[in-house]
């Protein structure tokens, strides 16, 4: 099947500490792992994607850990923000071909409040 | 370069209506996918369009429908319209599909009374 679960459905963290959400993933041919980043009443912007074939991927404050073995992912946010506050989603894309008929599957979202 | 942009960004409608919401991809673009976001079902994928080719399609009812033209621009179609097709819209354009970056449009907020 296709399905992505994501956890938590809300965060609350402190100004400076760390942040993970976790997600995992059921089809197993899925092949690009991307985080999205939504701020109230804004467009979905990527904040940083994996693929299959890496197992860790960070850029600046943000990181992303893949285990293909076990079928998750997940984020890191590092000495968090106010700014970072905002609803994060996973998604897996489905491989069909491989010329990239691909579809992106969604988790659920996870709410994240940074309190100063 | 313009980003993604989507018309009406509004639209309030009854039921039995039909809409159509349109797209218009980043420039070199040639895969639109589209997106039904609601509070309580997240980001459901709608379908995905390739050089005027829909290539993969999700779960919902054939009242749901979209199409690519040349220029790569993209229209849906809701026809009959329900309570339930309440939601944003969202579209989001690639240069090859989605094992790539994709780059969202504002969304269409529609409201069917």
Redesign the interface.
Known sequence: GENVEQHPSTLSVQEGDSAVIKCTYSDSAS??F?W?KQELG?????II?IRSNVGEKKDQRIAVTLNKTAKHFSLHITETQPEDSAVY?C?A?I??FA???????????TRLAVHP | KAGVTQTPRYLIKTRGQQVTLSCSPISGHR?V?W?QQTPGQ????LF?Y?SETQ??K?NFPGRFSGRQFSNSRSEMNVSTLELGDSALY?CASSS????????????TRLLVL
């Open positions: 092949n690009y991307p999205y804004k467009r979905p912007q990527l994607d989603f998604a894309s491989g069909v010329g990239g008929y691909n579809k992106l599957i969604f988790g659920a979202g | 895969s996918s997106y997240g980001l459901q994928f995905e390739f290539r993969n999700g969202l090859r599909g989605t094992r790539e970056t994709q780059y969202f449009g504002p969304g």
